[in-house]
């Protein structure tokens, strides 16, 4: 079996675009099988850069086949700007399937996360505000209008209706303001995007255990990261979705054992973006200097993404809860020029030392990083490609965050474009 899944391994925006752009050369399948249009993918190739949302990133790849699992919540908008987007680049989008089974996302929601997000105030989580959570509320809510529902025009129209009414009686009940959702403006135009989603809409579940079962070289992308997790992120600072490994047994509709390998995407130090507790964070000149040469501002939203030094301890929290079996260790390239270089090992809270990643949120408000610091390198590593070219200090870091984490690093990225990437064992092998 050819599987791998890759999936991020911090609070997400760790490379994954990258690594999968890279990986889909030799794919036939990529699934997305979680999150929706929250997530933001950035690929690289011949100094021309790509953010896809929706789409998975094997689109590049004219052979390969991108698939928009059960799991994810599909937001149609969104997904033809995404398509026209690519076509005005000349790429071939012809080779996508979304499931039928995947949830759609509808203006009500986008407004509601928007009005949820106010409703928190000082508490608020800093969404996208892409109508992620709401849209799977209404999925475990059981009242959800799936891809299938909008392909059958009478069935479209009931559950519409309902779900006008509901959302309507929420902004007026709830938020106190006037009804603002308008069944005729929503049904014209889902009607159209239905007839433009018809091609491409399929039974995704049989598309991938067909594949699999061919032994075609399948990979399950992740989207956001291990610690955006609704179970096992830092909640209620998460996404709606289920961002680990497990997660793609759920979102992809395969059985667990379909999955063979687990790739963790891991950057060279830490970032997140919106809110929600953040141990390593940097607040000084160190915390501007990493944002500005990683150049860390959302591809969604264009927030400046919150910077520090790299967390140990969520890392080897992450490889145990994906059950990692290799990491790519991203942007390295931009910690290049420190004379110094900071790995946070354990937590200390008051006098005990920490090294599980607590769940409870006070609790981590009183951790404290345990720093080993290593020296840094000043030579540029942008196009290196053997990993024994790098300057010895990079390979001592690379070396120490292997032996902490106790998994082995098999590809190191240099720079955002395809190219500039150091294989140290082929993943698909
Ligand atoms: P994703 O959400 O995990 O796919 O990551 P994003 O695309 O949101 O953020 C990663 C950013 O880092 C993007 O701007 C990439 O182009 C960029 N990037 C990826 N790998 C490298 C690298 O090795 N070095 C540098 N300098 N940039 C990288
Ligand atoms: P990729 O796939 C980083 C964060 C948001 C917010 C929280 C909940 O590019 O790594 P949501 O809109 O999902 O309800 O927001 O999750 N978030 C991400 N942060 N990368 C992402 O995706 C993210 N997707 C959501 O900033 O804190
Ligand atoms: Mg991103």
């Known amino acids: 079996m050819k599987t791998v899944a890759v999936v991020g391994s911090q609070w997400g925006d760790e490379g994954k675009g990258k690594v999968i752009d890279f990986l889909a050369t030799q794919a036939d399948v990529v699934i997305r099988g979680q999150g929706g249009n929250n997530a933001g993918h950035t690929l690289v190739v011949d100094g021309k850069k790509f953010a896809l949302r929706l789409i998975p990133s094997g689109i590049l790849n004219p052979n390969t086949i991108n698939v928009i699992g059960n799991g994810i919540v599909f937001d149609p908008k969104g997904f033809f700007e995404e398509i026209e987007m690519l076509e005005s680049n000349g790429i071939c989008t012809k080779n996508i399937k979304i499931s039928d089974r995947a949830h759609i996302v509808f203006p009500y929601h986008k407004e509601l996360d ?25 999925k475990t809510e059981r009242s959800g209008i799936r891809v299938c529902d909008l392909m059958n025009k009478e069935v479209f129209a009931k559950k519409l209706k309902l779900q006008i009414e509901a959302k309507n009686k929420i902004v007026t009940g709830v938020y106190e303001k006037e009804a603002m959702f308008d069944f005729d403006e929503v049904y014209n135009e889902f009607i159209v995007y239905a007839e433009k989603m018809r091609p491409y809409v399929d039974d995704t579940t049989v598309i991938v255990y067909d594949a699999i079962r061919a032994g075609k070289k399948v990979l399950f992308e992740g989207a956001q990261g291990t610690l955006l997790d609704l179970d096992l992120g830092t909640y209620p600072f998460v996404t709606s979705s289920h961002p680990i490994s497990g997660g793609f047994a759920v979102g ?11 790739v963790g995407i891991v950057k060279a130090y830490t970032t997140r973006v919106g809110e929600g507790p953040f141990v390593t964070e940097l607040f000084d000149e160190t915390g501007d200097r990493i944002r500005t040469q990683g150049h860390e501002f959302g591809t969604v939203t264009g927030r400046a993404r919150r910077c520090g030094w790299f967390d140990a301890v969520i890392v080897k929290y992450a490889a145990r809860v994906n059950g990692l079996t290799s990491i790519s260790f991203m942007l390295l390239d931009v910690l290049t020029g420190f004379d110094k270089i900071k790995i946070c090992t354990a937590y200390k809270m008051g006098d005990k030392i920490i090294n599980n990643f607590p769940a409870s949120l006070e609790d981590l408000a009183k951790c404290e990083p345990v720093y080993e610091e290593l020296d840094g390198w000043h030579e540029d590593i942008t196009k290196v490609e053997n990993f024994d070219d790098l300057p010895e200090n990079a390979k001592k870091y690379v070396a120490r965050i292997e032996e902490l984490i106790d998994v082995n690093i098999d590809l190191v990225s240099v720079g955002p474009n395809r190219t500039q990437t150091i294989i140290r064992k082929n993943i698909f092998a």
């Open 114 to 138: 928007g009005l949820a997000e106010e409703a928190r105030g000082d508490n608020k989580i800093g969404t996208t505000k892409k109508g992620i959570g709401p849209c799977y509320m209404d």
């Open 252 to 262: 992809a509709g395969v059985g667990p054992n379909m999955i063979k390998d687990v």
